[in-house]
Protein backbone atom coordinates (compact mmCIF):
# COMPACT_ATOMS: atom_id res chain seq x y z
CA UNK A 1 0.00 0.00 0.00
CA UNK A 2 0.72 3.62 0.32
CA UNK A 3 2.81 5.12 2.68
CA UNK A 4 5.28 8.18 3.62
CA UNK A 5 8.52 8.65 5.60
CA UNK A 6 9.37 11.70 7.22
CA UNK A 7 12.88 12.72 9.02
CA UNK A 8 13.02 11.97 12.27
CA UNK A 9 12.13 14.75 14.47
CA UNK A 10 12.03 17.35 16.69
CA UNK A 11 13.89 19.84 15.09
CA UNK A 12 15.25 22.40 16.56
CA UNK A 13 16.71 25.49 14.48
CA UNK A 14 17.88 28.85 15.46
CA UNK A 15 15.94 31.94 14.05
CA UNK A 16 16.98 32.64 10.39
CA UNK A 17 18.75 28.78 9.74
CA UNK A 18 18.50 26.89 6.88
CA UNK A 19 15.17 24.08 6.76
CA UNK A 20 14.88 20.79 5.66
CA UNK A 21 12.57 18.36 6.23
CA UNK A 22 13.22 15.21 4.28
CA UNK A 23 10.19 12.94 2.68
CA UNK A 24 9.52 10.01 0.43
CA UNK A 25 7.00 7.94 -0.60
CA UNK A 26 5.80 5.03 -1.90
CA UNK A 27 3.21 4.83 -4.32
CA UNK A 28 1.56 3.09 -7.42
CA UNK A 29 0.66 5.22 -10.37
CA UNK A 30 1.65 9.06 -10.17
CA UNK A 31 0.25 9.97 -6.46
CA UNK A 32 -0.03 13.82 -5.54
CA UNK A 33 2.26 15.02 -3.07
CA UNK A 34 1.35 17.81 0.19
CA UNK A 35 2.84 19.38 2.97
CA UNK A 36 0.61 20.29 5.81
CA UNK A 37 0.95 22.11 8.85
CA UNK A 38 -0.26 22.12 12.23
CA UNK A 39 -0.42 25.07 14.79
CA UNK A 40 -0.31 23.89 18.67
CA UNK A 41 -4.65 23.04 18.99
CA UNK A 42 -5.20 23.81 15.30
CA UNK A 43 -6.36 21.79 12.70
CA UNK A 44 -3.98 20.95 9.47
CA UNK A 45 -3.46 23.80 7.12
CA UNK A 46 -2.20 23.17 3.64
CA UNK A 47 1.29 24.73 3.07
CA UNK A 48 2.33 23.77 -0.74
CA UNK A 49 1.37 20.69 -3.06
CA UNK A 50 2.50 19.53 -6.43
CA UNK A 51 0.86 17.30 -8.81
CA UNK A 52 2.92 15.99 -10.97
CA UNK A 53 6.92 15.08 -11.66
CA UNK A 54 9.15 18.12 -11.91
CA UNK A 55 6.06 20.26 -10.03
CA UNK A 56 7.75 22.71 -7.49
CA UNK A 57 5.27 23.93 -4.84
CA UNK A 58 6.05 26.95 -2.60
CA UNK A 59 4.39 29.52 -0.44
CA UNK A 60 5.48 31.29 2.87
CA UNK A 61 9.15 31.07 1.55
CA UNK A 62 8.79 27.39 1.69
CA UNK A 63 9.23 25.10 -1.22
CA UNK A 64 9.08 21.16 -2.24
CA UNK A 65 10.06 19.47 -5.36
CA UNK A 66 8.66 16.59 -6.63
CA UNK A 67 11.06 14.15 -7.35
CA UNK A 68 9.49 11.13 -9.37
CA UNK A 69 13.07 9.47 -9.68
CA UNK A 70 14.19 9.49 -5.97
CA UNK A 71 10.14 9.54 -4.93
CA UNK A 72 11.09 12.36 -2.71
CA UNK A 73 9.50 15.48 -1.53
CA UNK A 74 11.51 17.26 1.17
CA UNK A 75 10.34 20.47 2.24
CA UNK A 76 13.10 23.68 2.46
CA UNK A 77 12.80 27.34 3.77
CA UNK A 78 16.00 29.18 3.53
CA UNK A 79 15.56 31.33 6.63
CA UNK A 80 12.70 30.24 9.31
CA UNK A 81 11.39 32.45 11.77
CA UNK A 82 10.24 31.80 15.49
CA UNK A 83 6.34 31.78 14.00
CA UNK A 84 7.56 28.62 11.79
CA UNK A 85 7.24 26.72 14.90
CA UNK A 86 4.70 23.71 14.06
CA UNK A 87 4.35 20.14 12.70
CA UNK A 88 4.95 19.52 9.73
CA UNK A 89 3.04 16.52 7.58
CA UNK A 90 3.97 15.52 3.98
CA UNK A 91 1.32 13.29 3.17
CA UNK A 92 0.26 11.83 -0.36
CA UNK A 93 -2.80 11.19 -2.39
CA UNK A 94 -3.45 8.92 -5.00
CA UNK A 95 -6.07 9.36 -7.73
CA UNK A 96 -8.99 7.65 -6.35
CA UNK A 97 -11.00 7.07 -8.95
CA UNK A 98 -14.22 5.26 -7.97
CA UNK A 99 -13.27 4.94 -4.26
CA UNK A 100 -12.32 8.20 -3.77
CA UNK A 101 -8.89 9.51 -2.83
CA UNK A 102 -7.13 9.83 0.87
CA UNK A 103 -4.10 11.25 2.33
CA UNK A 104 -1.44 9.03 3.98
CA UNK A 105 0.38 11.27 6.24
CA UNK A 106 4.28 10.55 7.17
CA UNK A 107 4.82 10.30 11.49
CA UNK A 108 4.98 14.29 11.38
CA UNK A 109 7.74 16.30 12.53
CA UNK A 110 7.63 19.18 15.33
CA UNK A 111 10.13 21.94 14.49
CA UNK A 112 11.22 24.45 17.33
CA UNK A 113 12.83 27.48 15.98
CA UNK A 114 14.18 29.58 19.02
CA UNK A 115 14.98 33.20 18.86
CA UNK B 1 -16.20 32.99 8.03
CA UNK B 2 -14.97 28.69 9.46
CA UNK B 3 -14.82 26.72 6.58
CA UNK B 4 -14.72 23.55 8.27
CA UNK B 5 -15.98 23.72 11.82
CA UNK B 6 -16.71 21.46 14.41
CA UNK B 7 -18.58 20.41 17.67
CA UNK B 8 -17.60 20.23 20.29
CA UNK B 9 -14.03 21.33 20.27
CA UNK B 10 -13.48 19.10 23.52
CA UNK B 11 -15.57 15.73 24.52
CA UNK B 12 -14.77 14.39 28.23
CA UNK B 13 -16.75 11.49 28.61
CA UNK B 14 -16.63 8.19 30.58
CA UNK B 15 -16.19 4.62 28.94
CA UNK B 16 -19.21 2.90 27.77
CA UNK B 17 -21.23 6.08 26.85
CA UNK B 18 -22.84 6.90 23.34
CA UNK B 19 -21.08 10.28 21.47
CA UNK B 20 -21.18 12.30 18.29
CA UNK B 21 -19.05 14.92 16.82
CA UNK B 22 -20.31 16.86 13.78
CA UNK B 23 -19.04 18.77 11.33
CA UNK B 24 -20.40 21.54 8.88
CA UNK B 25 -18.06 22.96 5.77
CA UNK B 26 -19.35 25.98 3.95
CA UNK B 27 -17.38 25.72 1.06
CA UNK B 28 -20.06 24.04 -1.51
CA UNK B 29 -16.97 20.83 -1.41
CA UNK B 30 -19.16 17.44 -2.39
CA UNK B 31 -16.43 15.21 -0.55
CA UNK B 32 -15.70 14.95 3.13
CA UNK B 33 -13.42 12.92 5.63
CA UNK B 34 -12.48 12.13 8.92
CA UNK B 35 -9.27 10.90 10.19
CA UNK B 36 -8.20 10.38 13.71
CA UNK B 37 -4.60 11.71 15.09
CA UNK B 38 -3.61 9.46 17.92
CA UNK B 39 -1.33 10.36 20.71
CA UNK B 40 1.86 10.52 18.74
CA UNK B 41 -0.16 12.87 15.86
CA UNK B 42 -0.35 9.93 13.32
CA UNK B 43 -2.94 10.27 11.67
CA UNK B 44 -5.21 8.34 9.54
CA UNK B 45 -8.45 8.54 7.55
CA UNK B 46 -11.54 7.10 8.77
CA UNK B 47 -14.33 7.38 6.52
CA UNK B 48 -15.53 9.73 3.18
CA UNK B 49 -18.30 10.45 1.69
CA UNK B 50 -18.94 12.31 -1.92
CA UNK B 51 -22.36 13.41 -2.23
CA UNK B 52 -23.20 11.77 0.51
CA UNK B 53 -22.30 8.19 -0.69
CA UNK B 54 -20.02 6.49 1.44
CA UNK B 55 -16.60 6.14 -0.75
CA UNK B 56 -14.08 5.01 2.08
CA UNK B 57 -14.83 2.79 4.99
CA UNK B 58 -11.27 1.76 6.62
CA UNK B 59 -10.89 -1.21 9.27
CA UNK B 60 -12.37 0.53 11.83
CA UNK B 61 -14.86 -0.71 14.48
CA UNK B 62 -18.47 -0.95 13.76
CA UNK B 63 -18.72 1.10 16.70
CA UNK B 64 -18.13 4.55 15.16
CA UNK B 65 -20.40 5.05 12.28
CA UNK B 66 -20.46 8.26 9.89
CA UNK B 67 -23.26 10.04 8.61
CA UNK B 68 -23.63 12.20 6.12
CA UNK B 69 -27.06 14.19 6.00
CA UNK B 70 -26.24 16.48 3.08
CA UNK B 71 -23.14 17.42 1.16
CA UNK B 72 -22.43 20.14 3.59
CA UNK B 73 -22.84 17.85 6.82
CA UNK B 74 -20.98 15.00 7.77
CA UNK B 75 -20.99 13.41 11.64
CA UNK B 76 -19.82 10.66 13.27
CA UNK B 77 -21.13 8.55 16.17
CA UNK B 78 -19.33 6.57 18.63
CA UNK B 79 -21.01 3.59 20.31
CA UNK B 80 -19.83 1.92 23.62
CA UNK B 81 -16.40 4.56 23.93
CA UNK B 82 -13.46 2.70 25.05
CA UNK B 83 -10.39 3.96 26.63
CA UNK B 84 -8.51 3.45 22.89
CA UNK B 85 -10.85 5.91 21.29
CA UNK B 86 -9.29 9.15 22.64
CA UNK B 87 -7.88 11.50 20.09
CA UNK B 88 -8.32 14.47 18.24
CA UNK B 89 -10.68 13.44 15.35
CA UNK B 90 -10.62 15.80 12.42
CA UNK B 91 -12.95 16.60 9.61
CA UNK B 92 -12.02 17.67 6.43
CA UNK B 93 -13.53 18.54 2.51
CA UNK B 94 -12.06 19.01 -0.61
CA UNK B 95 -13.81 19.70 -3.99
CA UNK B 96 -14.05 16.48 -5.63
CA UNK B 97 -12.69 12.53 -4.94
CA UNK B 98 -9.36 12.98 -7.09
CA UNK B 99 -6.28 13.14 -5.61
CA UNK B 100 -5.37 16.22 -6.84
CA UNK B 101 -7.46 18.36 -4.66
CA UNK B 102 -6.55 20.05 -1.50
CA UNK B 103 -8.36 19.05 1.74
CA UNK B 104 -8.91 21.79 4.03
CA UNK B 105 -9.83 20.54 8.03
CA UNK B 106 -11.61 21.50 10.47
CA UNK B 107 -9.95 22.33 13.98
CA UNK B 108 -10.44 18.58 15.45
CA UNK B 109 -12.21 17.21 18.64
CA UNK B 110 -10.43 16.20 21.33
CA UNK B 111 -12.13 13.11 22.55
CA UNK B 112 -11.02 12.00 26.27
CA UNK B 113 -12.57 8.67 26.91
CA UNK B 114 -11.77 8.40 31.14
Known amino acids: GDSVTQMEGPVTLSEEAFLTINCTYT??????LFWYVQYPGEGLQLLLKATKADDKGSNKGFEATYRKETTSFHLEKGSVQVSDSAVYFCALSASGGRSGSRLTFGEGTQLTVNP | DTAVSQTPKYLVTQMGNDKSIKCEQN?????MYWYKQDSKKFLKIMFSYNNKELIINETVPNRFSPKSPDKAHLNLHINSLELGDSAVYFC?????????????FGPGTRLTVT
Open chain 2, 92 to 104: ASSQGRAGAYEQY
Open chain 2, 27 to 31: LGHDT
Open chain 1, 27 to 32: ATGYPS
